[in-house]
C-alpha cells in the first residue's frame, strides 16, 4: 500500500510539473507574440508618419519577424495616424495598435506661421473642408529645423544619396520659403479636396504622398505677395 501511495504521489507531481511547464510555455509565446506586435505597431506608425519612409507595411513585416513572428494582418495606410497589426508566432496571435500624436511632437510644431498667404489661405481651407480628418503636421521650417532634419535622414540611411530621397538638403527645401506643408490623417480626402475646392496645391513627391505644395504656376501668377524661386524640394 506504502509502494502503491508513493507512486501514486509521484506521478500527481510529474502530472503537476508536466502542467507547470505549459502553462509557463504558453505565457511565453503569448508574451513573445505580444512583443512582436507591439514591436511591428510601433515601426509602422513611424514609417506612415510625415518623416518615415511611406512604407508602414514593409516595417511592420521586419519588425516582426525580428521578433520571430510573421505578420498577418496590417491596417497601415501611407499617412495614417494610427495603425493596427496582427501576428503570429507558432500559432499564437497577437495584435497591437500604435498612434502618431502630431501634437506632441513640439510646441507650435503645426503652425501657419512663415508660410506664403497663398499656401496658409489655402490649407486653412482644406483642414476646414476636412471637418478633422486631415490636420497639420509641419509647415515652416528655419535652416536650422531642415538642417537636423536632413542629418537625422543622413544618420538613418548612412549615405547622403538616399537621404536625399527622403529630406531636402538645408537651403533646398520648399518648406524654408513657407511653399510646402506636411499633412496627416486622411490624405485621400485631402488631395480630393484640393480638386473640389480648386486650392492651388500639389504633390509633386510620389514617395511623400503627405507632402503638398503651391503650384509653380500659382506662385508665378501671385509674385508680388512674396518673392521666391520656384524649384522643388521636400
Not at 199 to 208: D, F, H, K, V
Amino acid at each position: 500500500m506504502t509502494l502503491l501511495i508513493a507512486g501514486m504521489c509521484t506521478l500527481v507531481c510529474l502530472v503537476v510539473g508536466s502542467f507547470a511547464i505549459d502553462v509557463t510555455s504558453t505565457y511565453a509565446q503569448k508574451a513573445r507574440a505580444q512583443t512582436a506586435a507591439d514591436a511591428a505597431a510601433l515601426a509602422a506608425v513611424a514609417e506612415a508618419t510625415p518623416y518615415g519612409t511611406g512604407d508602414p507595411r514593409s516595417a511592420a513585416v521586419r519588425f516582426a519577424e525580428l521578433n520571430g513572428a510573421r505578420l498577418t494582418n496590417c491596417l497601415c495606410d501611407q499617412g495614417a495616424t494610427a495603425v493596427q497589426v496582427t501576428v503570429s508566432v507558432e500559432g499564437v496571435v497577437a495584435r497591437a495598435r500604435a498612434v502618431f500624436e502630431p501634437d506632441l511632437m513640439g510646441p507650435g510644431l503645426p503652425s501657419f506661421t512663415g508660410l506664403h498667404p497663398s499656401l496658409r489661405r489655402a490649407v486653412d481651407r482644406l483642414l476646414a473642408g476636412a471637418g478633422g480628418s486631415v490636420s497639420l503636421v509641419s509647415g515652416f521650417r528655419s535652416s536650422a529645423d531642415q538642417a537636423l532634419l536632413w542629418e537625422t535622414a543622413l544618420d538613418r540611411y548612412g549615405d547622403p544619396e538616399v537621404a536625399d530621397d527622403w529630406v531636402a538638403r538645408p537651403g533646398t527645401s520648399m518648406h524654408e520659403r513657407g511653399l510646402a506643408v506636411d499633412l496627416s490623417g486622411d490624405l485621400d480626402r485631402a488631395a480630393s479636396l484640393v480638386r473640389e475646392l480648386g486650392l492651388p496645391l500639389i504633390r509633386p513627391l510620389a514617395n511623400e504622398p503627405w507632402h503638398f505644395q503651391l503650384s509653380p504656376d500659382h506662385i508665378r501668377s501671385h509674385s508680388g505677395e512674396v518673392g521666391v524661386d520656384v524649384t522643388d524640394g521636400d
